[in-house]
């Protein structure tokens, strides 16, 4: 650790922030509103009533409301809030967080290669090397991982799980 | 005498037994639910007799409900949605070296909880599933208000950020076809999107993978430690003089656990969220959402007195309180059981031993919640990068499992980025989880109830109980507010 971020550089953060989430907030109720202004109106007897639209439509006028909230106070005014609440992220590294998603990710197209033993000691094994577990203990737990999968969703659970075009396993 | 005698044979007692173990197993294992257990045990129990059978079904439903916060409090991946609001102060007690004591907690509270919930089940069964029946759309919508402005109460003190997530949490409700009208919304031609996001991969991915994201953004250092460095050595007495010491807490959760979970379609996870909101409210206690010990006692009592208050309508009605007891009515039904108010008349002595049985299954569950504990907790004193490594398999497997839907891997997946988004921005994902749940109810019940009145909204407010409900949701929004300006004058 290099020295903690000044109050004014955590205070800009949060500012920066809450501008982030009003603008994000009142992005996503413009696009629900065009996207429910095409929804159809229910109209029994000639009188209209709440439609598909009516819910979204108030949602999205509340997070206009919102949106314009976090804006106004982040530009008017500094807020006091204590410093532990702020996360460090700075200091992260992006590179794990991007392994787990890229893992995540290639799950699906991998079990559905080579079927879901292979494929979880396959994607687990590469996790836990990348994480620098010594390569035979990774082995060897990525191994259990599997085995243990198989034995709770399908022996005990009946839950069949994706085979490989591959390896039907 | 002879059922009771009955009840305490082998041919009882060790399916029971089993039946427990199993629900401790399935509710542990994140993405496998409560009612995925029921439904699970229902074709093994098909063969025995109504007695053994329902205890099984019984015994399941109790554990799975407390084994689902084991890995809430270990790794705040609630293994069932009622162990949503137990992640809150059990994750951060587990995170200050107290995980041992959050569960000890969570054990007991579950057994006198549950105890309670079963005690009230036999006591006021028929006036309290009348009182359920009363409500219509216009108290279902004021109800669902009321459980969101408890999820906005819940918010580590914001409550116009924790609204954000709720009103979050609402609109992705509103994703897939439109009950009233048949018309899909926001599908955008995907036709898994049409029955709606599925909630089981939703919560995965909110709580199991932004997780593991945010606990490898500080780097691979992190993640040479065990995943949890204290012993898991079950604290009981400290436990117990700490129950003992909040044994309000325990009594009015319980009997919140009780009363929702007897309102059809309110199950134990919204009986959590409301007795965890309550909480925080009357207690005051700043610490709740830090690591309070109030924070793991008000929502585990409650969502294990919750299944007591659903067998209430469900036994008495024939009407289920949640999804496990509407698999129960089923399996009733089955037995050649018709459950409703004849019941009490036709098959009296079974219904006593159901009660009997329910009452023992609070006593073994300390026992076998016990053993579950010590089980999960060696898995954990691995490295935090290998049970990172796990959770992100199990999150995967247990969102693809629920539906057999790769679909559900990519929604979990979307999740956990969006929570991880979410955090980053200080917002709180619990209320989010909670307008995901109660999005629909909320908008039906006010949707039919604007037909029904044809657009007419004084209604909602002007039926007793409705106007009631508003009341509360107003005193749980603005009452922290007022009362510590009340207290600031009166000091000042």
């Known amino acids: 650790m290099s020295g903690s971020p000044s109050r004014a550089t955590i205070l800009r953060g949060e500012k920066m922030s809450d501008t982030i989430l009003g603008v994000f907030l009142i992005v996503l109720a413009i696009f629900v509103l065009i996207s429910s202004s095409s929804f159809p109106n229910l109209v029994v007897r000639g009188e209209k009533l709440p439609g598909p639209k009516y819910f979204p439509s108030l949602l999205s006028i509340l997070m206009i409301l919102l949106g314009v909230f976090y804006i106004v106070s982040s530009t008017l005014k500094f807020k006091k809030r204590e410093k532990n609440q702020i996360e460090k992220s700075s ?70 799980l994706p085979e490989g075009t591959l390896i039907p396993l | 005498m002879t059922g009771l005698s009955e009840i305490l044979s082998f041919n009882i007692l060790l399916p029971l037994f089993l039946s427990m173990a199993f629900g401790i197993f399935v509710g542990a294992i994140p993405g496998l639910t409560a009612t995925m257990a029921v439904a699970l045990i229902i074709p093994i129990t098909y063969y025995m007799r109504p007695l053994a059978g329902l205890a099984m079904v019984l015994g399941v439903s109790f554990t799975a409900i407390f084994a689902g916060d084991i890995p809430a409090t270990f790794l705040r991946i609630p293994g069932t949605p009622a162990s949503g609001a137990a992640t809150l102060d059990g994750f951060e007690l587990s995170k ?31 006036p309290l599933a009348n009182f359920a029946l009363k409500f219509t759309h216009f108290e279902y919508f004021w109800l669902g208000i009321f459980g969101l402005s ?45 029955d709606g996001v599925s909630f089981i991969p939703a919560m995965i991915g909110l709580f199991g993978l932004s997780e593991v994201l945010k606990r490898v953004q500080f780097g691979l250092q992190a993640l040479k430690v065990p995943a949890i460095r204290e012993t898991t050595k079950l604290r009981f007495i400290e436990a117990l003089r700490e129950v003992w010491k909040n044994k309000f807490t325990v009594l009015r959760s ?9 309102l059809p379609g309110a199950g134990a996870d919204i009986a959590a969220w409301v007795a965890y909101g309550a909480e925080k409210n009357i207690s005051g206690d700043a610490q709740i959402g830090k690591g309070s010990t109030k924070g793991v006692i008000a929502p585990t009592s409650a969502n294990n007195a919750a299944i007591g208050g659903t067998w209430i309508p469900a036994l008495v009605f024939g009407v289920p309180g949640d999804s496990i007891t509407a698999i129960v009515l089923g399996a009733m039904l089955m037995y050649g059981l018709r459950p409703g108010p004849m019941i009490f008349t036709e098959s009296r002595q079974l219904v006593n031993q159901l009660f009997i049985i329910a009452i023992v299954i609070q006593l073994l569950l300390i026992p076998v919640g016990w053993i579950g504990i010590k089980a999960f ?75 029904k009145t044809k657009g007419n909204f004084l209604p909602f407010i002007t039926r007793p109980i409705s106007l009631t409900i508003l009341v509360l949701t107003i005193l749980v929004l603005i009452g922290p507010q007022l009362f510590s300006v009340i207290f600031k004058r009166k000091s000042s």
């Open chain 1, 91 to 160: 200091k992260g590294q992006v590179s794990p967080l991007l392994v787990v998603l890229a893992s995540s990710i290639l799950f699906v197209p991998v079990i559905q290669l080579v079927g879901t033993t292979v494929g979880v000691i396959a994607i687990t094994f590469s996790m836990m090397v990348f994480f620098r577990v010594k390569w035979y203990y990774s082995a060897v737990v990525s191994v259990a991982l599997a085995l243990l999968i198989r034995l709770v969703f399908e022996v005990l659970f009946k839950v069949p």
């Open chain 2, 96 to 126: 200050k070296g107290k995980g041992a004591l959050a569960l000890t907690l969570d054990l007991l509270c579950s057994a006198f909880g549950g105890l309670i919930g079963v005690i009230l089940l036999i006591l006021i069964a028929p």
């Open chain 2, 150 to 194: 408890m999820a906005a109460v819940l918010s580590k003190g914001n409550t116009i950020r924790g609204l954000t997530s709720a009103i979050l949490g609402l609109l992705i409700s509103t994703i897939g076809i439109d009950v009233t009208t048949g018309y899909p919304r926001f599908t955008f031609g995907v036709i898994e999107l049409m």
């Open chain 2, 254 to 262: 319980s009997l919140i656990g009780t009363f929702i979970g007897a």
């Open chain 2, 377 to 451: 907790s060696l898995f954990l004193k691995l490295q935090t990068s290998i049970v990172m490594t796990a959770v992100v398999v199990f999150s995967v497997i247990g969102s693809y499992a629920l539906r057999n839907s790769f679909f559900d891997i990519y929604v979990m997946i979307a999740f956990g980025i969006i929570g991880y988004a979410l955090e980053k921005l200080a917002i709180p994902l619990p209320p989010m989880i909670l307008g995901l749940i109660l999005g629909r109810m909320i908008e039906d019940n006010l949707r039919i109830g604007l037909i």
